[in-house]
């Protein structure tokens, strides 16, 4: 496995994995796996960064882009075939810098629409809502009769 010995905050490097057999000949067609550890919410586990199948000289190659400034475990598995063991191999990578990465952004992104066809949406569904409650102010203010209370007889 190789990897720069240091990286930026947020820049993204080449990571390679060179897969040969006990004679030192490429081995075309694996699998690699390319991942490292990760935890959220006290819960570790293995974050899967990529897979990638090695080309006729054994090599994969990975984008890798660090997003925490730390050190990064970088693991790479090939879980073996019929005519090869498993292989694994890890890489620590120092990550440097203290740029922000993501912009926060406030509200919801519709393309094509503007905000004031939403304010004018919200306006035409407030306005529908408080006539209908008028309306049934109106009705319940009017009162009702009830038919056998004030001595008519209905038929």
């Known amino acids: 496995l190789q990897a720069p010995d240091k990286v930026n905050l947020g820049e993204e490097v ?28 006290s819960v570790g586990g293995e974050m899967e960064l990529g897979t990638v199948t090695t080309n006729a000289q054994g090599i994969a190659a990975f984008r890798f882009q660090a997003r925490s400034e ?10 073996g075939d019929s005519r090869h063991s498993p292989a694994q191999a890890a890489i620590d990578v120092a990550v440097v810098g203290s740029d922000q990465l993501y912009q926060q952004t406030a509200g919801v992104r519709l393309p094509g629409i503007g905000v004031w066809l939403i304010v004018g949406a919200l306006g035409v569904a407030w306005s529908i809502y408080i006539g209908m409650m008028a309306l049934v102010t109106l009705i319940a203010r009017a009162g009702t009769s009830v038919p056998g209370k004030t001595g008519e007889t209905h038929v």
């Open 14 to 41: 080449m990571i390679t994995a060179v897969l040969k057999d006990s004679k030192g000949a490429p081995i075309a067609g694996a699998k690699i796996r390319l991942w490292t550890p990760g935890q959220f919410l």
């Open 70 to 79: 730390d050190l990064a475990r970088l693991n790479a598995d090939f879980f």
